[in-house]
Nanobody
């Protein structure tokens, strides 16, 4: 089970911090991360991080603006979103996978949480 929070309505240029707690067995949450889905678009990989926090991977649209993190071995993942743009508006989903963050960008994750809405006004 994945429980995400932290979404909201902000203005362009603002920041938000999303968080997600994973109630899964250790191997099931080897990698934790985020996808997003904007209205009328397919779900898009955002970012992911390994259990240790040592390895991360980002989607091209957010690289340099968003930071994914987790405490070593903990079951909580964070997504710090800076410099938000209207095109970042989407439902953000927390995900968990048994494979690497890099693989998560091309393979659908094993577990999905409920989404949290992020809306960025111009």
């Amino acid at each position: 089970q994945l429980q995400a929070s932290g979404g909201g309505l902000v203005q362009a240029g603002d920041s938000l911090r999303l968080s997600c707690t994973a109630s899964l067995r250790t191997f099931e949450r080897l990698t934790l991360g985020w996808f997003r889905q904007a209205p009328g678009k397919e779900r898009e990989f955002v970012a992911a991080v390994t259990l240790s926090g040592a390895s991360t991977h980002y989607g091209a649209a957010v690289k340099g603006r968003f930071t994914v993190s987790r405490e070593n071995g903990k079951n909580t993942v964070y997504l710090q979103t800076n410099g938000l743009k209207p095109e970042d508006t989407a439902v953000y989903y927390c995900v968990a996978a048994t494979f690497t963050p890099q693989a998560l960008s091309v393979i659908r994750p094993s577990y999905w949480g409920q989404g949290t809405q992020v809306t960025v006004s111009s």
